[in-house]
């Protein structure tokens, strides 16, 4: 089943500054701050929630189709989709600008300071879901604001059901924006920070949130997830990793398992427990496309995990 994916498509430069910025920062003096960092390490990801589901939906033999706005730097990141045999048709280059980027700099204790360069992104309005044709599921991930708020609604009217994960965008909204967006989405898909951002920001009380998103996903972490369907709850537990290395990018891997599952219409628990395992792969490695397992190993690991076979395409 061809799955649309909306969303940021995006370049991580990750710097490690091997010390720790409280010893650097003076707090009476914060108000003229000026200072140079000297990183010890430097490495470049792949990157953007539309670019990570689509490498994490490709591993497992779905069929992403990406959908977003890039600069004048994407050949490389262009080149990395073609290996992994995802189709860039509907990635569309806006001349004289950059692909969004995101300039992340760690110190020992794991604190972070970002900048975050849109670029390209804030031009995703610009391309139309529609212009993806034969589509038969969807999801809406974090990305422009105005792009967002326009996938949602082609979709809706074009009857493709579609996940709607607004992730880090929440603030750009107001609460009646984000009740709009979930009271027409098929379902919702949020961590469980994110959806206390959408009951502070709404009002609404987190089982008039299930009522109105009708099927609703909440991530945990380490504690799992649940999904909220037809009043019931269903709660999938988080898979057994290796090592815990880095998390980013752990939620996009999610929302691959579930979208291969409805594209191959499993049941949620199964669905769920598939994007668990794929956040749990993910995390054990350092950024958020540098995991290849082959679907031998995936099937190995889920019945490990679950004590059920899965069988992947």
């Avoid at 990141?77 to 189709?87: A, E, F, L, T, V």
């Avoid at 994007?275 to 082959?294: A, D, F, V, Y």
Wanted: proline share 3%; with cysteine.
């Amino acid at each position: 089943m061809r799955t649309l994916i909306t969303g940021s498509i995006a370049y991580d430069t990750i710097l490690m500054f091997g010390d720790h910025f409280a010893n650097h920062i003076l707090p009476d003096q914060v108000h003229i701050i000026n200072l140079s960092l000297t990183a010890e390490g430097m490495r470049r990801d792949f990157g953007g929630c539309c670019g990570n589901i689509a490498y994490n939906l490709s591993l497992l033999g779905g069929d992403a189709i990406p959908m977003g706005t890039v600069g004048k730097d994407f050949a490389l990141y262009r080149d990395w989709m073609h290996s992994n045999g995802i189709d860039t048709t509907h990635v569309v280059e806006v001349e004289d600008t950059y692909t969004a980027q995101a300039f992340v700099t760690t110190d020992m204790d794991n604190n972070q300071i970002t900048a975050f360069h849109p670029g390209a992104m804030t031009d995703a309005s610009m391309v139309d879901a529609r212009e993806a044709g034969n589509i038969e599921l969807a999801i809406v991930a974090p990305n422009d604001k105005q792009a967002m708020v326009q996938h949602v609604h082609t979709l809706h009217g074009s009857g493709i059901p579609f996940i709607f994960d607004p992730g880090q965008s929440i603030p750009v909204f107001s609460g009646h924006e984000m009740i709009e967006l979930i009271s027409i989405a098929n379902y919702v898909c949020v961590n469980d920070y994110e959806c206390k951002l959408i009951s502070n920001k709404t009002g609404l009380s987190l089982a008039s949130i299930q009522e109105m998103a009708g099927i609703l996903v909440i991530t945990r972490g380490a504690n799992g997830s649940e999904i909220y369907l037809n009043g019931q709850e269903l709660h999938v537990q988080a898979v057994n990793v290796s090592e815990v290395v880095d998390p980013t990018g752990c939620g996009d891997a999610y929302r691959s398992g579930l979208l291969y599952g409805l594209a191959n219409r499993l049941d949620w628990e199964t669905s769920a427990q598939l994007g668990s395992l794929m956040g749990g792969i993910k995390i054990e490695h350092s950024g958020t496309q540098n995991h290849s397992p082959t679907l031998e190993e995936i099937e190995g690991r889920f019945h490990d995990n679950f004590g059920k076979a899965i069988s992947l395409s």
